[in-house]
């Protein structure tokens, strides 16, 4: 990897992470070729992918981003060449750094009041570079939360012994719930129906009620015999519960009663994944 090219830019304004900031390589002032500076007059927010002019938009980029003051709603963006954010950071003096693939661009959003500073140091990477990267950057896995609505003020029924209940989901990219109204649904869900995990991995879970009447409890049932276990009882409203494992097999079933009559009745459901031997590995610490 070649020697970083360091960028500091000011402005009088705080960065509004949407608007291309117009800066060219001939606007800045330059020192020992690697040191360069220069002050944004006007509206301004996105870096584009050649860094001002400084390196090619289709080579993959490791930037670290810095800035003045600390307010935790100032914010740096990874987004691709079709707007997605890859990644976001809170800005702080302190520099962090991340990848831009070809094409990526920078999104910098700052809420200092005024006048604030940027520091970003660009090195164009290698392949060596690149898979060295990839290689300490795990996978990550996606949050999940999902929310069952009662429209038509219907208690939630576990009908233990019943066909197993699988809501028909729908993500909603605004809020990035899955969520289902349904108002008739009933028996117990199997965990599958929650979770997109190959078969092998369990879960943690958690369950909360709205609009309840401080009566919310979650069962965890046996797939084979249906005999359950009240892993909650009487979950105060809004209020979320105890995190419960449930293996890859088992089925939840989903217990409460509105607390007005025809009001509407809300439980959601939040989910991770338990590696194989994690859950196992941790009540053998607890337990010595």
């Not at 349904?182 to 199997?190: A, L, M, N, R, T």
Request: aromatic fraction near 6%; charge should be neutral.
């Amino acid at each position: 990897m070649a020697e970083p090219i360091k960028i500091r830019l000011t402005t009088d304004l705080d960065l509004d992470g949407t608007t291309p900031i117009t800066l060219t390589r001939d606007a800045l002032t330059v020192e020992g070729q690697r040191h360069y500076t220069g002050h944004i007059a006007g509206s301004a927010g996105i870096v584009g992918a050649d860094i001002l002019g400084l390196f090619a938009p289709e080579a993959p980029k490791v930037l670290g981003i810095a800035a003045s003051g600390h307010n935790p709603r100032s914010v740096a963006r990874i987004i691709d060449s079709g707007g997605l954010i890859r990644e976001e950071l809170s800005l702080n003096p302190r520099p962090q750094y991340v990848l831009l693939d070809g094409k990526d661009r920078l999104a910098i959003l700052t809420r200092n009041g005024g006048r604030c500073l940027i520091d970003l140091v660009v090195n164009e990477a290698s392949e060596s570079d690149h898979m060295q990267w990839a290689l300490t950057r795990p996978a990550a896995a996606n949050r999940i939360r999902l929310r069952i609505i009662r429209s038509a003020g219907a208690a939630f029924v576990p009908n233990l012994t019943g066909t197993p209940w699988i809501p028909n989901f729908i993500w909603d990219p605004s809020t990035h719930i899955l969520h289902v109204t349904d108002d008739v649904g009933s028996g117990p869900i199997p965990l599958s129906a929650l979770c997109p995990y190959p078969r092998q991995f369990g879960c943690f879970l958690a369950v909360r009620y709205a609009g309840s009447n401080n009566d919310g409890k979650l069962h965890v049932v046996d797939a084979t015999t249906r005999r359950a276990w009240m892993a909650q009882p009487n979950n105060v409203d809004v209020r979320w519960s105890a995190v419960q494992y449930v293996s890859h097999d088992d089925h939840i079933a989903l217990e409460a009663t509105p607390f007005a009559v025809g009001e509407k009745l809300i439980c959601d459901i939040e989910v991770v994944r338990v590696e194989p031997g994690d859950r196992l590995r941790g009540r053998y610490a607890n337990s010595q």
